[in-house]
């Protein structure tokens, strides 16, 4: 029996009153609160992060700040539409360095990462979507459950368990981080050209059904 169908059944409400309370590792201490995913439960696409970051972990929601506006446009740009698809992260508290009043993100660790992984697999198992979109290193690690190169993996469909497929993308944030507007623009349209793979994707799955 696999992950997904031993974990069937739940309610993503019931999940993320269980996830107030982790304790799975230390990073609960300093953070705010739990971020847990979002979206609709019958979600045919799961878009899965690296962490919350300031703004998700002071509103208690994914993806709200800059990265989000721009993961936002993106999706819009493809023909997605956001309130239809379930977001979440692969490590749900955030995880961080004070300076000063500043707090700067750090990335998460394996053993961070394998701590929060049974959330992913919880969500996954209640929403059971079509395809998951690993954005970004630390997801990508996540949804495989291995280090897994972000440029090796872009652009094709990988099998998960039980049907399902995943597609390997950017974080949001690295487009941001882009050091002139050429390269930002050259790379928010290979962002773009993914999802629109993901939605492709979505419109045949509906077809075969």
């Known amino acids: 029996m696999t992950t997904a169908s031993r974990m069937s059944g739940l309610s993503l409400k019931t999940l993320r009153e269980e996830a ?3 304790r799975a590792c230390h990073l609960w201490k300093n953070a705010t609160q739990t971020v847990f995913g979002e979206g609709p ?8 992060g690296e962490q919350p970051g300031d703004k998700e972990d002071l509103a208690g929601k ?23 698809v379930y977001v979440t992260n692969a490590v749900k508290h955030f995880k961080f360095l004070p300076r000063g009043k500043i707090r700067l993100h750090q990335k998460p660790n394996t053993p961070e990462i394998k701590a929060c992984r049974q959330w992913y697999e919880r969500e996954l198992a209640a929403i059971k979507p079509v395809l998951v979109v690993a954005m970004g290193a630390t997801a990508a690690q996540c949804v495989f459950n291995k280090i897994t190169p972000i440029n090796k993996n872009r652009g094709r469909l990988i099998d998960l368990e039980d049907g399902i497929k995943a597609l390997v993308t950017v974080h949001p944030s690295y487009l941001l981080r882009q050091p002139d507007a050429d390269a930002k623009a050259r790379e928010y349209a290979r962002f773009v050209d993914d999802f629109r793979i993901a939605a492709a994707t979505l419109r045949k799955s509906a077809r075969a059904a």
């Open 41 to 48: 439960q019958n979600a045919q696409m799961m878009l899965v």
């Open 62 to 84: 994914p993806f709200v700040g800059p990265a989000g506006l721009m993961l936002d446009r993106a999706l819009d740009e493809a023909g997605i539409d956001r309130r239809k």
């Open 20 to 22: 107030r309370h982790c």
